[in-house]
């Protein structure tokens, strides 16, 4: 095992484009160590290591405009200290582990781990985010949809880094939550989650949405059905648009497959995730009725 802490990103990449001369591997990035040192199959004497978490440029949470950009290595605790950032996004920051998994544990790295109940994923597919990557051989923009392809699967060549997400700040008359069901208070994983954007129109009627469900599929999915269904709706039947959500939800939608596992079966999630979306959608139609701020 080697392990080096890069201060600069050229530091980073031009490491991470040299191979180990004795077995032909790529050194491996690690950030918060709070995935990488967790997980068995990731034993900290098995890799020769590039730490980024010194890296300041990695840090910075930046507006240009109306443009975000979160750099990878911004933490959980970075992002909750941001008050003009998305709700939806400081919601899952908080929800995140403890205080200290917070502090350690970075946006970048939650997304490079890809788990299917990562926390950053909801949130920033509903904002429809982009992932900024680079390598020695130059730089290269994605969809965070296409980034981010399985369980533990990216879209990273092995010398490259995640350098930043980027996504369009919500317009003033949008709003955005994130609902997450766990099985119990305090620090725990996901069973789903869900994440909506939404914007209500000068007719009272909803004008945008995006929702996004998670821990239900491989991969975090955007709910095209229910989008459909909820687009254009007067936001005065509140109720019965939640009703609606109740009902779309419960048909089969083709977006979702979720599994029995430890955490709940599979049925609990379904109907896990009617809730979570009705709950987030409440929380962001109710707020635009009585003209609040969407941070
Ligand atoms: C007790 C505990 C509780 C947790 N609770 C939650 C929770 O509630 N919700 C949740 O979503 N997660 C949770 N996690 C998981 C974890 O804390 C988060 O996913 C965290 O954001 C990971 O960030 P990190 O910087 O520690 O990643 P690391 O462990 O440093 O890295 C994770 C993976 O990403 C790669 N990587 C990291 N940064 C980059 C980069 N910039 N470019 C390319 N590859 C990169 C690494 O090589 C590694 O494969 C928990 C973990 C623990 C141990």
Known sequence: MTYFRATTCDEALARLAERNPHDGRHRRIV???????????????????????????????????????????????????TSWLPA?????????????????????????????????????????AQVELASARGGRRLPLLAFVTGPRDIALHPDELLVAIE?????????????????RDGS????????????????????????VVGGASPVARRMHAIEAALMGRPIDALAAIVGSVESVASA????????????????????????????????CLEESHHGASFV
Do not use: Y
């Not at 000068?202 to 945008?208: L, W």
């Open 167 to 183: 996504f369009a700040l919500p317009r003033d008359d949008a709003r955005t939550a994130f609902i997450k069901c766990t099985n």
């Open 188 to 211: 725990a994983l996901a069973v789903v989650s869900a994440a909506v954007h939404v914007r209500v129109g000068d007719n009272s009627r909803i004008a945008e949405i995006a929702v």
């Open 252 to 283: 089969p939608l083709p977006e979702l497959a979720p599994i029995d596992d430890g955490r709940g079966t599979a049925a609990h999630r379904t109907a896990l995730v009617r809730v979570a979306i009705a709950r987030a959608l409440t929380s």
């Open 88 to 128: 939806s996004l400081r919601q899952a920051a908080q929800g995140v582990g403890s205080r200290q998994i917070r502090v350690q544990g970075t946006l970048g790295g939650n997304l490079c781990h890809a788990s299917p109940v990562a926390d950053g994923m909801p949130p920033l597919l509903a904002l429809d």
């Open 31 to 81: 950030c918060g160590a709070t995935d990488c040192f967790a997980e068995a199959a990731l034993v900290p004497a098995a890799f020769d290591w590039v730490d980024i978490s010194r890296i300041e440029a990695l840090r910075r949470i930046a507006r240009d405009g109306r443009t975000v950009r979160i750099g990878a290595a911004a933490s959980w605790e970075d992002i909750l200290a």
